[in-house]
């Protein structure tokens, strides 16, 4: 598994406080067969301090001088939505794109979904980078709306899932919306978004089975390694199945009224 989603940097943001728990999470996650981890730690995220680029590797090395080549560790991020999205990618001083590619791993809030938000994606987009919308199966709007979602994916965004939601970690109505995202193509990769090694660990073996008996070995291939490979490389993925929408009629003008078009 390449796990594109991991809060494993030591002291910057609600992952581990600590480099000894940051050094037994890369190993617990060794274990769970995680081969290669990009780190995600929060940014611009008004109750965490803001960390550099530069420093945020500099934590990453000392990680990597702890723990040796296995996993493999690189730098990515977690953006805390915002519509500036573009123009702060064009800075470069605070969003790291996962892998140093042209992917972007970015977090809602858990209670909405943003008006207008496909307006500053497709503005990222211009610039040449591929947003990555995180854990939706535990954002409300898009458990109630699912069809927002497939909307987004339609207009270029990508998803990535929670692998314990399929097991019921974050309650029984994101397990249930991750499963009916999985059932209608609209998730793109699977990431554990571990944060420590007791409530959050990098435990991924028993979400991994639920996911093969869901979804079958070609999938969960695709969501665990392909597609995160190619994020790794900074390439198209090889896997990007079409969303299927189940919605009624006459949805596609009020999602237009939903995001603010005209």
């Known amino acids: 598994m390449i796990d594109i989603h991991h809060h494993i940097l030591p002291g910057v943001d609600d992952g581990p406080h600590e480099l000894d728990e940051a050094v037994e999470m890369c190993r ?10 990009v780190a995600t730690p929060h940014v611009l995220r008004g109750r965490w301090p803001v960390f550099s680029p530069l420093e945020l590797a500099a934590q990453l090395d000392r990680l990597r001088h702890a723990v040796g080549d ?8 977690e953006y805390f939505f915002a519509h500036d999205m573009a123009d702060l990618l ?6 790291v794109p996962l892998a140093a590619s042209r992917y972007v791993l970015l977090e809602l809030a858990a209670n909405n979904v943003p008006p207008m938000l496909e307006q500053p994606l497709y503005r990222a987009q211009l610039d040449g980078w591929v947003p990555i919308i995180a854990h939706p199966e535990r954002n409300l709007v898009f458990q ?21 939601s399929l097991v019921g970690a974050f309650g029984p109505q994101a397990q249930a ?10 998730v793109h990769f699977v990431a554990t978004d571990a944060h420590n090694t007791d409530r959050r660990p990098p435990l991924v073996k028993k979400a991994l089975a639920a996911l093969r008996e869901l979804a079958g070995d070609e999938v969960t291939e695709a969501l665990t390694h392909a597609n995160p490979l190619a994020v790794v490389e900074n390439r198209g ?15 596609f003008t009020r999602l237009r009224s939903f995001f603010g078009c005209r």
Do not use: C
């Not at 617990?28 to 981890?37: F, L, N, Q």
């Not at 064009?90 to 969003?95: E, K, L, W």
């Not at 919306?177 to 609209?186: H, P």
């Not at 993925?237 to 949805?251: F, H, K, M």
């Open 28 to 37: 617990m996650a060794v274990d769970e067969g995680i081969e290669t981890i």
């Open 177 to 186: 919306s991750a499963r009916l995202f999985l059932e209608r193509n609209m």
């Open 144 to 164: 109630q709306k699912p069809e927002l979602l497939a909307y987004l994916i339609g207009h270029g965004a990508r998803v990535q899932l929670t692998a314990s």
């Open 70 to 77: 296995s996993p493999r560790l690189l730098l990515g991020s």
């Open 90 to 95: 064009r800075t470069g001083a605070s969003i």
């Open 237 to 251: 993925l090889p896997w990007e199945p079409e969303p299927q929408e189940d919605a009624p009629a006459g949805l």
